[in-house]
């Protein structure tokens, strides 16, 4: 077996010039089953600009990474490289008319994660957590919906949920299905209720226990400022610790059945003899006496429709997309798009793609380490079934998926991963010499099918190579690791 030594800090270094700035150990599954992943690979085009052009740029931000023939398939979209980069856009803001069955075939394995909630309750806590970090890495890895794919991870920080908490082992499962994926696309307004009303989150957040049975009793504010700090406006929104008590009386009541019954497991319900039914002012509105069950809704209107709400999700998706430092025309287009929808996720996002700072923005974001493997593995047109290496790599740098442990989630800056990289030039020598278990390619074919290592490295970089890259190149053996493990793969 290659060792590392083929790879050398040295040669990192001169080919990118600097970079900017327990899960359980499943088995592979039938990995020869789903090789290759989308058909035998094939001669393909490569970005070739001297900088990252309008097709590489959309590919880098739009999808967990380019794959073997990507570009090419993008660039025949449009004349130009521009109208090809809108046109694919277009096409990724409607995933339910992309044909996405190689990804549905590839997660048909993970059984237990489909099942309703009550059935559940019937695996243990370890295999559900293998099976929905597993196919977070599958669909990210082989799903056409790529960026359907890059908002269910987006989403899944914003409502951040540790899945090792108490009951959200079992209830998180149903979280991912029915809050995350059913309208990462969609709706913010209908995600939040969702969410709000997620077993999981109840669990998480303690909103199973805000409950008023007493004139003394005082509610539990957990989940209330975390849905006024994290989830709607901001840690600096505006709002006071007032509201944030009445925004805690206007959600009690809500709770859910957990192990401690035998039938009826998961069922969220209000209990209106929990309910603080007073009158209540949240953020300088009224909300009467007698809403019941109705303040949920009233409360959640009242976020939506405040002007700190639409900034901050502007700026999250800004910071994601575009910058780390969000910049402040781009916010402002995407905010009124969030006025304007009440919230669609659809319209922000070609507000926000449409924009002058999300095509000017090349090459300055630092990948996370779970962008890092699955970009890799998309690079090398691997296929995999996201056992073994993958989960090992995602552990060592602390990302694997759904096990943040505080409600603000992982860091979404790039910069704050930086003491990954030598793990990361581990995990670019492991997957290339087969080391990397559960995952499957082909590397010599890779480089030749690119057209040597110039265009390997074109592929890998989106850009065309410098001459001190090339130089680089051709002086190591392992020449596809030396790429995944650059500085320049390391940005996008």
């Known amino acids: 077996m290659k060792t590392t030594a083929t790879m050398t800090r040295r040669g990192v270094l001169r080919l990118g010039g600097g970079v900017a700035a327990g899960a359980v150990l499943g088995g592979c599954g039938k990995v020869r089953a789903l090789w290759p992943r989308r058909g035998e690979l094939k001669p393909f085009a490569v970005p070739g600009g001297e900088g990252i052009g309008p097709v590489a740029h959309v590919l880098n931000r739009l999808t967990w990474g380019a794959g073997p023939g990507d570009y090419e398939r993008v660039r025949a979209m449009g004349g130009t490289e521009e109208e090809a980069a809108a046109a694919f856009v277009e096409e990724q803001l409607k995933p339910e008319m992309i044909v996405d069955d190689y990804a549905r075939a590839a997660c048909a394995p993970l059984e237990a994660i489909r099942q309703p909630v009550p059935e559940l309750f019937e695996y243990k806590p370890a295999q559900l957590d293998d099976e929905l970090t597993r196919r977070a890495v599958i669909r990210a890895v082989h799903s056409e919906r790529q960026l359907y794919e890059v908002m269910v991870g987006f989403w899944s920080d914003h409502f951040n949920i540790d899945a090792s908490k108490l009951d959200c082992q079992w209830f998180k499962c149903a979280d991912d299905r029915e809050v995350i994926r059913k309208h990462a696309m969609g709706s913010f307004r209908e995600m939040l209720r969702a969410s709000a009303l997620s077993p999981a989150m109840l ?182 079934t996201a056992g073994g290496g993958v989960k090992r790599a995602l552990l060592v740098m602390g990302h694997v998926p759904f096990h943040y442990p505080t409600p603000e989630g992982p860091a979404p800056e790039g910069s704050a991963w930086l003491a990954t990289l030598l793990h990361r030039w581990d995990f670019a020598v492991k997957l290339t010499d087969g080391g990397i278990g559960c995952s499957r390619n082909e590397p010599e074919k890779l480089v030749k099918c690119a057209g040597g290592v110039g265009g390997l490295l074109g592929h890998c970089f989106g850009r065309r190579a410098t001459a001190d890259e090339l130089a680089a190149a051709g002086a190591v053996k392992d020449v596809v690791a030396l790429a995944l493990a650059a500085p320049a793969f390391q940005i996008y």
């Open 203 to 384: 669990f998480y957040l303690d909103g199973r226990k805000n409950r008023k049975d007493g004139e003394a009793d005082r509610p539990n504010e957990n989940y209330a400022r975390e849905l006024l700090e994290l989830h709607t406006m901001g840690v600096d929104g505006g709002y006071s610790q007032e509201d944030v008590m009445e925004a805690a009386r206007c959600l009690t009541g809500w709770t859910v059945t957990g192990r401690e019954v035998q039938f009826g497991i998961g069922r969220v319900y209000f209990d209106a003899r929990g309910h603080d039914d007073g009158r209540k002012v949240v953020l300088g509105v009224e909300i009467p006496a007698g809403g019941g069950a109705g303040d949920l809704d009233r409360l959640l209107d009242i976020l939506m429709g405040h002007e700190a709400t639409g900034r901050y999700v502007a700026e999250k998706l800004c910071r994601h997309f575009i910058a780390d430092e969000p910049p402040g025309g781009a916010v402002a287009v995407v905010a009124e798009a969030f006025r304007a929808s009440g919230g669609g996720v659809r319209e922000m996002l070609r507000a926000l793609f449409g924009s002058e700072e999300f095509g000017a923005a090349r090459g300055v974001k630092i990948k996370r380490p779970f962008h890092f493997v699955v970009s890799a593995l998309r690079a090398t047109g691997s296929v995999t």
